[in-house]
């Protein structure tokens, strides 16, 4: 069973999360087209350490997993704003 | 407001013809399923109720706490606690500023909430219309460690800790209370998925010679 620790209620079986797909930046709002387009259709694919949005449904909490996408580990997790806390 | 048109969201998954129904807290509830004796003798083993009826107020927001200790509630201080106050109601601390409270049996502290003064700014009103079970009994583990994938024994769990997770792939929430002299695990879950959850533990309640049970058993205010 793969278990994800969320770091409001602890840890949990995978089946209790949804991915919320990769944590993004978007670029300033007065950023160009060519910049804004990148950011709306391209994603950067290459397997790698990448932060993402996780949501353990019964609670309602979004958090993110900083996760290695080539072993799939999972490095650390925290609510957002609440980074240099972890 | 409650009016006797308000049935249990369970009802589903109720037999037809050879249960009793009655009317609690104006909701249309079974509160007999077999003969008292043998009700009895299911609660020992693993027994299984329907308390959706007991009212339910919820409450959110940065100010929310503090609303609710002016009205004299007792606000669990930790996020995922349940704290209860001196007339039986429960009140749990589902995250940092969102509150479930549930009326004590044959109480209305609810209606009271609901009828309080103008709600301050940060304070928000959340609807709560969940089914809500009482489970005891010797064998009550055994059915968690099979709708349940995290330890739910009473040493793994804190002794004011509200959990929430998923029973049979349903999100819910669970508390374990001792109360009227005996050990019970409260669980509340999207009225919706009642019916479903219901089956799915009286299913296997009845596989450990237990099964449903009229909420009289365990609340003395409806016996």
Redesign the interface.
Known sequence: ?KLLTCP??GT??L??FVFGGECRVPPAADCSDKVWADYVHNRHGAPGIKQEWWY??????WFIAERNTLTDQVIRTFLKGQEGKQ | MQTEKLITPIAHAFPVGSVAWGVINGMQVVTRFVGSDEEEARKEFLGIADASFLGKFGVKGRNAAQWLQDQGIVVPEQPNSWAGNADGSLVLRLGGSEFLIENAPGGNLCEKLLKADAKPAGVYLVPHVEASFVLSGNAVQELFAEVCSIDLTRAALGVQEVVMTQFAGVSVVLMHQDLEGEARYRVWCDSSYGPYLWEVMAGIANEHSGGPIGIGNYFSAYK
């Open positions: 069973m409001v209620n949990r079986p089946s209790e353990h449904a019964p609670s309602g909490t």
